[in-house]
């Protein structure tokens, strides 16, 4: 059965660094790929097409990151459950944190890693692999 809700990733490419900034914090980020880990218990589609729209009205950090960097993959998650936080920690063995970016409300530190471009594809892979052997319960 489909279902319209979960967590997701949005892998981005800076090409050149870049300042961002949103709501009094800012990160200096260096170019390379990006992956963002996010939810959305209501509409995942609707919430990943509109982090996919260049221009629109900005209102998570995500939206502030996007007009600079280019989204090179997503990979959608359906789940019954809020998956966001131990995805986060799961991407973060890969990545570098960007702190205290995404996180607002999760207990995690950030929901943006910088990882090297030989780390982005067995991210995914893992993901996808334990996801389809596990279905939802990935990190229980």
């Given amino acids: ?10 892998l981005l ?14 990160w ?7 992956l963002y880990i996010g939810s959305a218990m209501k509409s995942l589609s609707e919430r990943v097409k509109r982090h996919l729209v260049e221009r629109k009205k900005r209102h998570w950090h995500i939206d502030f990151l996007r007009e600079k ?9 359906p789940s019954e459950h809020r998956r966001e936080e131990q995805l986060s920690r799961f991407v973060s063995s890969f990545g570098k944190q960007v702190p205290g970016f995404g996180a607002t409300d999760c207990k995690t530190d950030s ?25 939802d319960s990935i990190f229980e």
């Fill in 1 to 10: 059965m489909y279902q319209n809700k979960g967590s997701y990733l949005i």
């Fill in 28 to 34: 200096s980020l260096e170019t390379g790929y990006y």
């Fill in 111 to 135: 929901n943006l890693y910088k990882v090297e471009s030989e780390g982005v594809e067995r991210v995914f892979s893992s993901i996808v692999l334990i996801w389809r052997d596990n279905c």
């Fill in 69 to 77: 960097a280019e989204v090179v993959a997503v990979l959608l998650l």
């Fill in 13 to 26: 490419f800076l090409k050149e660094p870049e300042e961002i900034s949103s709501r009094g914090k800012a």
